[in-house]
């Protein structure tokens, strides 16, 4: 299990895109970036390259338990949608086995 985490930065709280998502979601910052994190979590257990096929942002949402939270990731480049799913942006730069 000593390959079960990912790098969270301790900026991560005070970073301009995490005060965007909280205005968006009109969320506090405790459940923004556990939300963001539990995003990358997401991502990283269930996929090699960051594509999450076949989900669409209100599933997404459902699995992680924040309504909005995909949009509001998306609109700071952190996820994006196409035909396929949902893709976590730079993806193996910070995630993956």
Known sequence: MAGDWIKMRKSL?????????MSALQADRFQTVGGV???????????????????TPEIFDS?????GLCRAMMAVGWIEEDAQGLTAINFTEHNGK
């Open 13 to 21: 709280f005070t970073d301009p895109r995490i005060v965007r998502i």
């Open 37 to 55: 994190l539990s995003a990358w979590c997401l991502f990283d257990d269930h996929t090699e390259d960051g594509q999450l096929k076949n989900y």
């Open 63 to 67: 699995m992680i338990g924040l309504p």
